[in-house]
């Protein structure tokens, strides 16, 4: 499948506009409850949901516990993909039983990614409660999942691929869409 | 990077990056260990048939905690050589195995190249456990994970291989992961149990066991078996002792921090001192844990399909 | 039909170092005429334009399998395989069931020859009773029953004291002795040969040393006591030395090698995933055994190219490597395999491998045969060297399909095969109405 076309959604100042209303909103329900954790899935929701992290404790000053959560073993897919992702390390630092669950994640689509994601954090206790926070909602969903806290919702269509771009991953900072011709 | 193979016979045919994607994977299964629940649903319905036609109690329950740990439905078909007739009865059992539904079948045989027959009548997966003493890959990646986890690195290694080579399928997989991961090998025995032809690997050959050990960052010692004594292959396991038995004293040749490894089952007391087995630079113990984690990375690896 | 005309072919026969393109005229069973344009009225013609005829080939050394194992070959099937290999004449080996060590067995094999088989078959009679290798057999008796000589092909004579009796005593009825040279100590459990590939795969070897041993033990009783002495299936360089230094020294020695030893090696056990088609005694072996071999074709260290033809059924060899029969079929892939391989790549000459398939056989083994000369019995192969196709064993006349050549392209064929100035094998198909 090669890339067309690709146009800008965001820009810098846009995203980090929108990472900024998220934690705001965020901080508002979270704040002060000593069970607030965050969980970023591999590979962007991680680093998203280490910035929401830094400004949060830059905000509120306490930190909250932060988990990395690979989905792979999950997935309903493996056995028709021929290309299997390589299965990195989920690390929780922190029994689930009761906890307030954020789980974040850069793009929201059929809501498969977050299906497996519930699945695994189920394997290792029992929240008090997940939300769910994205930063792009591209709809087209297959699954009965809505997000709790989202920066920008997008219609788009399967043809499509949804970018976000990470100063920390990527070098740069953006979101883009980009036509699929395949 | 995709996995190309329907089956793992050997690690010969695999590249040097296909190991180390297996490898790489292993790593993240590890850490499952470390969970509560120790169980993902990655090959949840699937059936994995563990047909071993040699005993072995460690890499079948190996093979088993690790399919297990996938969720996938375990078969044992356990069968004793003496109430089999010889080949008739391998291709039977493989008929009755793929009519049982098998996905991944897991054999041990003691004829080089069992599995290439029977794959050419099921259509299943294969992965050795050890055919003869031709390969039994899952040790040798294991070993290479071991060697990775333990030191960081292969390249410029001094690996010594110490031991009966010539009757050795653990030998042939270390030499052929580790050559190809850039590690230098070296091979040591008496000259009766080491297969001159291996010089054409870039493998050293040396019957001397301080010239051997002397600078090696890791040795991997081999079991030596009784039955070879009697058919003549070295005169004695006092012999062997003498010449070979790796002790605390003289892993005093080898560098400080040089790894001991063994696949298993332990002659203390012949190849390997109790101190050496039990010391510091022993890591046995982390072979077996890390043996079900490279296992669950092939059994995962193996599990795709054909789409792109 | 009682006469044929082959007409324009390119008519080679060493035995008289004839080579040119003529007519051959046959009747009644014997080559009547050679020459240009003969102008006689035949009730068969065959356009031999392009195509070689030979004096029909003789194969020293195959395994008919009846009696005791009709489920691999059967002196039917296996005398129709030979005619679609070219051969008119086979010598078939003793290790039957029960093993053809008596008169009676003997007269059996040659009475289901005259009943039901194509090509001449002479039998091999064995050495030792029931091939065990503790008495010699009756060496005089077997002769007048018609055996052609005597081996224990299969199993080697791994008592020397025999092998010395045998030499002595087969002096007298000027028979050679075809002989198997293996050590079993050495060979010991071994199913491939002892070299590098062998080290990796890690199956038990088969040395080299357990051949030639055994070689240099019997040119040494040979030298002693006399006799003829033929190594059959010779495979390894030190044998191959041996034997040229034997004949340097006058002995009364020859040997053959089989088209499987003059064209694969060691290494087709490994490109084909332990396929048991590699598994043979001796085993194919490295590729500098295979290339003294073929300088052996060259300077006449090797007298004979025979197949060992060795038939086992598919369920037998569809085993683990460690547990199939050793053994492969070839009678029909001898002509296509040795001139694609041999011939056509300039190692000999057509002429050459005619030779060793034709008047060096026939010598050996004392009969008229391997000639085209006027008034010779009318055994006669025609062969068309230029013919393009691929080996399909489910094709083959003989029962049994364990062949290494399955699937091979080649550049030669068979056209046609005569036997006793009777067309029995033609375009592919064997002809058998019979006709008195």
Same mark, same amino acid.
């Not at chain 2, 060697?147 to 031991?163: M, P, S, T």
């Not at chain 3, 026969?13 to 050679?34: A, F, H, M």
């Not at chain 3, 070689?215 to 030298?223: G, M, Y």
């Given at each position: 499948?090669?890339?067309?076309?690709?146009?800008?959604?965001?820009?810098?100042?846009?995203?980090?506009?929108?990472?900024?209303?998220?934690?705001?909103?965020?901080?508002?329900?979270?704040?002060?409850?000593?069970?607030?954790?965050?969980?970023?899935?591999?590979?962007?929701?991680?680093?998203?949901?280490?910035?929401?992290?830094?400004?949060?404790?830059?905000?509120?000053?306490?930190?909250?516990?932060?988990?990395?959560?690979?989905?792979?073993?999950?997935?309903?897919?493996?056995?028709?993909?021929?290309?299997?992702?390589?299965?990195?390390?989920?690390?929780?630092?922190?029994?689930?039983?009761?906890?307030?669950?954020?789980?974040?994640?850069?793009?929201?689509?059929?809501?498969?990614?977050?299906?497996?994601?519930?699945?695994?954090?189920?394997?290792?206790?029992?929240?008090?409660?997940?939300?769910?926070?994205?930063?792009?909602?591209?709809?087209?969903?297959?699954?009965?999942?809505?997000?709790?806290?989202?920066?920008?919702?997008?219609?788009?269509?399967?043809?499509?691929?949804?970018?976000?771009?990470?100063?920390?991953?990527?070098?740069?900072?953006?979101?883009?869409?980009?036509?699929?011709?395949? | 990077?995709?996995?190309?193979?329907?089956?793992?016979?050997?690690?010969?045919?695999?590249?040097?990056?296909?190991?180390?994607?297996?490898?790489?994977?292993?790593?993240?299964?590890?850490?499952?260990?470390?969970?509560?629940?120790?169980?993902?649903?990655?090959?949840?319905?699937?059936?994995?048939?563990?047909?071993?036609?040699?005993?072995?109690?460690?890499?079948?329950?190996?093979?088993?905690?690790?399919?297990?740990?996938?969720?996938?439905?375990?078969?044992?078909?356990?069968?004793?050589?003496?109430?089999?007739?010889?080949?008739?009865?391998?291709?039977?059992?493989?008929?009755?195995?793929?009519?049982?539904?098998? !996905?991944?079948?897991?054999?041990?045989?003691?004829?080089?190249?069992?599995?290439?027959?029977?794959?050419?009548?099921?259509?299943?997966?294969?992965?050795?456990?050890? !055919?003869?003493?031709?390969?039994?890959?899952?040790?040798?990646?294991?070993?290479?994970?071991?060697?990775?986890?333990?030191?960081?690195?292969?390249?410029?290694?001094?690996?010594?291989?110490?031991?009966?080579?010539?009757?050795?399928?653990?030998?042939?997989?270390? $030499?052929?992961?580790?050559?190809?991961?850039?590690?230098?090998?070296?091979?040591?025995?008496?000259?009766?149990?080491?297969?001159?032809?291996?010089?054409? =690997?870039?493998?050293? $050959?040396?019957?001397?066991?301080?010239?051997?050990?002397?600078?090696?960052?890791?040795?991997?010692?081999?079991?030596?078996?009784?039955?070879?004594?009697?058919?003549?292959?070295?005169?004695?396991?006092?012999?062997?002792?003498?010449?070979?038995?790796?002790?605390?004293?003289? =892993?005093?040749?080898?560098?400080?921090?040089?790894?001991?490894?063994?696949?298993?089952?332990?002659?203390?007391?012949?190849?390997?001192?109790?101190?050496?087995?039990?010391?510091?630079?022993?890591?046995?113990?982390?072979?077996?844990?890390?043996?079900?984690?490279?296992?669950?990375?092939?059994?995962?690896?193996?599990?795709?399909?054909?789409?792109? | 039909?009682?006469?044929?005309?082959?007409?324009?072919?390119?008519?080679?026969?060493?035995?008289?170092?004839?080579?040119?393109?003529?007519?051959?005229?046959?009747?009644?069973?014997?080559?009547?005429?050679?020459?240009?344009?003969?102008?006689?009225?035949?009730?068969?013609?065959?356009?031999?334009?392009?195509?070689?005829?030979?004096?029909?080939?003789?194969?020293?050394?195959?395994?008919?399998?009846?009696?005791?194992?009709?489920?691999?070959?059967?002196?039917?099937?296996?005398?129709?395989?030979?005619?679609?290999?070219?051969?008119?004449?086979?010598?078939?080996?003793?290790?039957?069931?029960?093993?053809?060590?008596?008169?009676?067995?003997?007269?059996?094999?040659?009475?289901?020859?005259?009943?039901?088989?194509?090509?001449?078959?002479?039998?091999?009679?064995?050495?030792?009773?029931?091939?065990?290798?503790?008495?010699?057999?009756?060496?005089?008796?077997?002769?007048?029953?018609?055996?052609?000589?005597?081996?224990?092909?299969?199993?080697?004579?791994?008592?020397?004291?025999? #092998?010395?009796?045998?030499?002595?005593?087969?002096?007298?009825?000027?028979?050679?002795?075809?002989?198997?040279?293996?050590?079993?100590?050495?060979?010991?459990?071994?199913? #491939?040969?002892?070299?590098?590939?062998?080290?990796?795969?890690?199956?038990?070897?088969?040395?080299?040393?357990?051949?030639?041993?055994?070689?240099?033990?019997?040119?040494?009783?040979?030298?002693?006591?006399?006799?003829?002495?033929?190594?059959?299936?010779?495979?390894?360089?030190?044998?191959?030395?041996?034997?040229?230094?034997?004949?340097?020294?006058?002995?009364?020695?020859?040997?053959?090698?089989?088209?499987?030893?003059?064209?694969?090696?060691?290494?087709?056990?490994?490109?084909?995933?332990?396929?048991?088609?590699?598994?043979?005694?001796?085993?194919?072996?490295?590729?500098?055994?295979?290339?003294?071999?073929?300088?052996?074709?060259?300077?006449?260290?090797?007298?004979?190219?025979?197949?060992?033809?060795?038939?086992?059924?598919?369920?037998?060899?569809?085993?683990?490597?460690?547990?199939?029969?050793?053994?492969?079929?070839? #009678?029909?892939?001898?002509?296509?395999?040795?001139?694609?391989?041999?011939?056509?790549?300039?190692?000999?000459?057509?002429?050459? #491998?005619?030779?060793?398939?034709?008047?060096?056989?026939?010598?050996?083994?004392?009969?008229?045969?391997?000639?085209?000369?006027?008034?010779?019995?009318?055994?006669?192969?025609?062969?068309?060297?230029?013919?393009?196709?691929?080996?399909?064993?489910?094709?083959?006349?003989?029962?049994?399909?364990?062949?290494?050549?399955?699937?091979?392209?080649?550049?030669?064929?068979?056209?046609?095969?005569?036997?006793?100035?009777?067309?029995?094998?033609?375009?592919?198909?064997?002809?058998?109405?019979?006709?008195?």
């Amino acid at each position: 499948m090669k890339n067309k076309e690709s146009t800008l959604v965001q820009d810098e100042k846009a995203l980090d506009d929108m990472i900024d209303r998220m934690e705001k909103a965020v901080s508002e329900d979270f704040k002060n409850d000593p069970d607030f954790v965050l969980i970023g899935i591999r590979t962007r929701g991680v680093t998203l949901a280490q910035r929401l992290q830094a400004m949060i404790k830059a905000r509120t000053r306490k930190e909250p516990p932060l988990g990395i959560l690979d989905i792979t073993l999950y997935r309903d897919d493996l056995s028709t993909l021929a290309k299997h992702p390589i299965v990195r390390p989920t690390t929780l630092p922190f029994d689930v039983d009761d906890k307030k669950i954020v789980l974040v994640d850069d793009v929201l689509y059929t809501g498969r990614t977050v299906r497996a994601a519930l699945d695994q954090i189920v394997d290792f206790g029992r929240p008090a409660l997940v939300k769910l926070a994205v930063l792009i909602d591209r709809g087209l969903r297959e699954y009965p999942i809505q997000p709790d806290y989202t920066g920008l919702a997008l219609e788009t269509n399967p043809r499509q691929l949804v970018q976000v771009r990470l100063r920390e991953i990527d070098g740069d900072e953006k979101v883009l869409l980009l036509e699929l011709k395949g | 990077m995709k996995f190309r193979h329907k089956h793992l016979l050997g690690l010969e045919d695999l590249t040097r990056e296909e190991i180390e994607l297996i490898l790489e994977n292993a790593t993240g299964f590890k850490e499952i260990f470390t969970r509560s629940i120790k169980k993902v649903p990655t090959l949840r319905g699937k059936t994995v048939v563990n047909l071993f036609y040699e005993n072995s109690t460690r890499t079948r329950t190996s093979f088993e905690i690790a399919a297990k740990r996938l969720s996938a439905d375990v078969i044992n078909f356990n069968v004793s050589t003496s109430s089999v007739q010889k080949g008739e009865s391998l291709l039977d059992t493989a008929r009755t195995i793929e009519a049982l539904g098998a !996905d991944i079948i897991i054999m041990r045989h003691s004829c080089p190249g069992a599995h290439q027959l029977l794959a050419r009548h099921i259509n299943a997966s294969f992965i050795n456990a050890g !055919d003869g003493p031709h390969e039994h890959p899952t040790q040798g990646l294991l070993d290479a994970f071991t060697i990775k986890e333990k030191l960081g690195g292969f390249e410029g290694l001094n690996v010594v291989i110490l031991g009966d080579i010539t009757h050795s399928r653990v030998a042939r997989s270390n $030499i052929w992961a580790l050559t190809k991961l850039g590690a230098n090998i070296t091979i040591a025995g008496p000259s009766t149990l080491l297969p001159k032809p291996f010089e054409k =690997l870039g493998v050293r $050959i040396s019957t001397d066991l301080k010239e051997a050990i002397q600078n090696a960052d890791v040795i991997n010692l081999l079991r030596i078996q009784l039955e070879r004594q009697r058919k003549n292959l070295f005169p004695s396991i006092r012999e062997y002792r003498l010449l070979y038995g790796l002790t605390q004293e003289r =892993l005093k040749w080898a560098k400080k921090n040089v790894l001991i490894m063994h696949p298993g089952p332990i002659n203390r007391g012949v190849e390997i001192s109790q101190e050496v087995a039990d010391g510091k630079h022993s890591v046995i113990t982390q072979q077996v844990t890390n043996g079900v984690a490279v296992r669950m990375a092939v059994l995962y690896l193996l599990s795709g399909g054909d789409e792109a | 039909m009682s006469t044929i005309l082959i007409k324009n072919g390119r008519v080679i026969d060493p035995s008289r170092d004839l080579d040119e393109t003529c007519d051959v005229y046959i009747s009644k069973g014997v080559i009547r005429q050679l020459g240009k344009n003969i102008k006689r009225k035949a009730s068969l013609e065959i356009d031999a334009a392009g195509k070689i005829v030979c004096p029909g080939l003789i194969d020293m050394h195959t395994h008919l399998r009846e009696p005791g194992r009709e489920d691999e070959e059967t002196i039917y099937t296996g005398t129709r395989s030979a005619a679609a290999g070219g051969f008119t004449t086979v010598c078939s080996m003793p290790n039957t069931r029960p093993v053809t060590d008596s008169r009676t067995n003997i007269r059996y094999i040659l009475s289901r020859v005259l009943e039901l088989g194509v090509v001449n078959v002479h039998p091999v009679a064995a050495i030792t009773v029931g091939q065990k290798g503790e008495e010699i057999t009756e060496f005089g008796d077997l002769v007048d029953a018609g055996a052609i000589a005597f081996s224990d092909d299969g199993y080697p004579v791994m008592n020397a004291e025999i #092998m010395r009796r045998a030499l002595q005593y087969t002096a007298m009825f000027d028979v050679p002795i075809l002989d198997h040279c293996e050590d079993i100590d050495l060979s010991n459990v071994g199913v #491939m040969h002892e070299g590098f590939v062998q080290s990796l795969l890690g199956l038990p070897g088969i040395t080299s040393a357990a051949e030639t041993t055994q070689v240099a033990r019997d040119i040494e009783l040979l030298e002693f006591y006399g006799g003829r002495l033929h190594i059959c299936h010779t495979s390894a360089v030190g044998s191959i030395h041996l034997i040229r230094r034997a004949k340097k020294r006058g002995l009364d020695i020859t040997c053959e090698a089989t088209p499987h030893h003059l064209t694969l090696t060691d290494s087709r056990v490994k490109e084909t995933s332990f396929d048991t088609n590699t598994k043979v005694k001796p085993p194919l072996r490295s590729e500098e055994d295979r290339q003294e071999l073929l300088l052996g074709l060259q300077d006449g260290a090797i007298d004979v190219i025979a197949t060992d033809h060795a038939p086992h059924t598919t369920k037998d060899k569809d085993k683990v490597y460690l547990d199939a029969p050793f053994g492969l079929i070839g #009678m029909e892939t001898a002509v296509p395999v040795i001139l694609t391989d041999i011939v056509h790549k300039g190692i000999i000459t057509v002429n050459r #491998m005619i030779e060793m398939m034709t008047v060096n056989p026939a010598r050996i083994l004392r009969i008229d045969r391997g000639t085209l000369e006027t008034g010779a019995v009318a055994d006669v192969t025609v062969i068309d060297p230029k013919k393009r196709h691929t080996i399909r064993a489910n094709r083959f006349y003989s029962l049994s399909r364990n062949t290494p050549f399955e699937g091979k392209r080649c550049k030669g064929a068979v056209a046609a095969t005569i036997v006793g100035g009777k067309l029995v094998f033609s375009e592919g198909k064997i002809i058998e109405d019979r006709e008195e």
